[in-house]
């Protein structure tokens, strides 16, 4: 969708004079002291996804092999590499829907997996989603390398991130080379192989939050935005009780009306220590998360682009200090952050295809371990991949449930390492 109105794109036009902007850029916050609030909805998605995601890879693994199937030797050292709590072996035998065991020809003591005909079945329903929507998927891998620097990203973090940015398998090989005129690989200036987009598209140069008040024209809020002034609102949905503090209403609003600079402009102008780099930042991650299949990603993987997207070192504050627009989760041994809008009740909010997709695969998980040794082979594979998703979790679609807990989060940068036990532990390597 391309705005009729692109004045947006040179923030320092939009600003009456170079003496408002300097203002702005040193609006004063309120400080104020917040609490960090487990939200057992938002954990329990994450936990059930960490599952989904490795069973998913493993089903790509498996796809990849030119015997068509895997031994548990293969396999062995992959367990933290698939984020998983448990060794392979146990996890593949849990799933006898998808995975199918059977003993090495050679080496009778030997587990060996290869998919299942149903498995197979949701595999060629991926790649018909892949092939109806490349285009959609070849405007998100050019937002990505918009956002950065050098418009490049090393392959190696493009391939972390694949599962979260929707990519095939083999991403690389199946869908680059078809549009010559979009990337290019290249080494980037340490010698990594990269990716890098070959031209500006300015259609493209539009954020979800500039999007998504197109659409609404929420209001007076958004008639303004596009008459030049530079404030645009962030949804916020905060932990229950902390929205009618009045510290944390006076700290929002002026927090809101610091001016909206788009991820896809040019922030060298800004000072790096300034509250209107923190909300460009903050503007940052917030796009980078919508462009997500599931609105979440790993910390880590946000970390290796940390540079090219111009955070800071420590970005992880931002996500503690604006409760209200992400989630930080510690389940599953990681640390993984949520843009807190693209869910409602536990469900996101209008998934893309694939999303619905790994709903049936999940479902067809679930089907595995409940009938594991109970006749599995008996379930008729139509059954179980026409069986209506939307019963799936009608015991899931409750309010969010959130816990306070007792470590203390402070917005105030000067008070923030020393009090806060969260960022600490999320700050260190997985």
């Not at 998919?115 to 109806?132: C, F, G, K, N």
């Amino acid at each position: 969708m391309v705005f009729k109105d692109k004045s947006f794109l040179l923030l320092p036009q939009r600003l009456s004079s170079h003496a408002q902007f300097e203002l702005q850029q040193w609006r004063g916050i309120t400080k104020v002291r917040l609490k960090w609030v487990k939200n057992k909805s938002l954990d329990h998605i994450i936990d059930t996804e960490t599952d989904l995601k490795a069973a998913c890879l493993l089903k790509d693994a498996i796809k990849r092999s030119h015997t068509e199937f895997l031994t548990a030797k293969s396999f062995a050292e992959w367990q933290k590499l698939l984020g998983l709590t448990v060794p392979v072996l146990r996890f593949m035998r849990r799933y006898p829907t998808l995975f199918e065991e059977f003993p090495h020809a050679r080496y009778a003591n030997l587990p060996c997996f290869r998919l299942t005909d149903t498995a197979r079945l949701l595999d060629s329903q991926e790649q018909s989603i892949h092939l109806s929507h490349e285009n959609d998927t070849v405007e998100r891998l050019c937002r990505v390398l918009m956002m950065m620097r050098s418009r490049t990203v090393p392959i190696q973090s493009l391939h972390s991130l694949k599962w979260d940015l929707g990519l095939p398998d083999n991403f690389e090989k199946v869908l680059v080379p078809k549009y010559p005129d979009h990337f290019r690989f290249v080494k980037n200036s340490h010698g990594v192989a990269s990716l890098r987009l070959v031209q500006w598209h300015e259609e493209f140069a539009v954020s979800a939050l500039q999007r998504s008040n197109e659409i609404s024209e929420m209001g007076n809020e958004y008639r303004q935005f596009k008459r030049g002034q530079t404030a645009l609102a962030f949804p916020m949905n905060f932990p229950r009780g902390y929205g009618a503090q009045k510290k944390v209403k006076a700290w929002m609003e002026e927090f809101q009306k610091l001016p909206y600079i788009s991820p896809y402009e040019d922030s060298q102008h800004i000072d790096p220590n300034s509250e209107l780099m923190e909300k460009r930042a903050v503007g940052v991650l917030h796009e980078f998360l919508s462009l997500t299949i599931h609105k979440k990603t790993k910390r880590n993987y946000l970390r290796s682009l940390r540079e090219e997207l111009n955070i800071p070192h420590k970005f992880t504050r931002l996500f503690t200090r604006y409760p209200g627009i992400f989630y930080l989760s510690l389940k599953c041994k990681t640390t993984t952050v949520t843009l807190k809008e693209g869910y409602k009740r536990g469900k996101l909010v209008n998934p893309h295809p694939l999303a619905r997709l790994r709903e049936k695969f999940y479902h067809v998980m679930r089907t595995g371990l409940l009938y594991r040794g109970k006749g599995v082979n008996f379930l008729s594979q139509q059954d179980i991949l026409l069986n209506d998703m939307n019963n799936e979790g009608k015991g899931e679609e409750e309010e969010e449930e959130e816990e306070i807990d007792e470590r203390e989060i402070v917005t105030d940068d000067e008070c923030y390492v020393e009090t806060s036990e969260l960022e600490d532990e999320s700050d260190e390597e997985d």
